[in-house]
């Protein structure tokens, strides 16, 4: 079955770094775009990066461009956000997407505090 399973959450002070990664299995992987979304308690989930199938094209949401780098490796069936000078305001749960597959991995904590 279709499996997303985010790792590498925690928490980390203001301005440290912490590198997400997806482990995806089930469905053809390279054949899908990638998505990074978060959700922050009382707000809307919200798309964070974007990959393309090939890895060619990213895109990021305004917020954390020049500070979050999004990439995959199709022949480990792997995605990443790498996550620097992280603020509190970056604080969310984070999930990894699959689309048109709309599939979607639980979910991992991300938590920027002194």
């Known amino acids: 079955q279709v499996q997303l399973a985010e790792s590498g959450g925690g928490l980390v002070q203001p301005g440290g770094s912490l590198r997400l990664s997806c482990a995806a299995s089930?469905?053809?992987?390279?054949?899908?775009?990638m998505r990074w979304y978060r959700q922050a308690p009382g707000k809307e989930r919200e798309l964070v990066a974007d990959i393309t199938a090939n890895g060619n094209l990213t895109d990021y949401l305004d917020s954390v461009k020049g500070r979050f780098t999004i990439n995959r490796d199709n022949t480990k069936n792997m995605m990443y956000l790498q996550m620097n000078n992280l603020k509190p305001e970056d604080t969310a749960v984070y999930y990894c997407?699959?689309?048109?597959?709309?599939?979607w991995g639980q979910g991992i904590q991300v938590t920027v505090s002194a």
């Open positions: 089930g469905f053809t992987f390279s054949r899908n775009r």
């Open positions: 997407m699959a689309w048109p597959g709309n599939y």
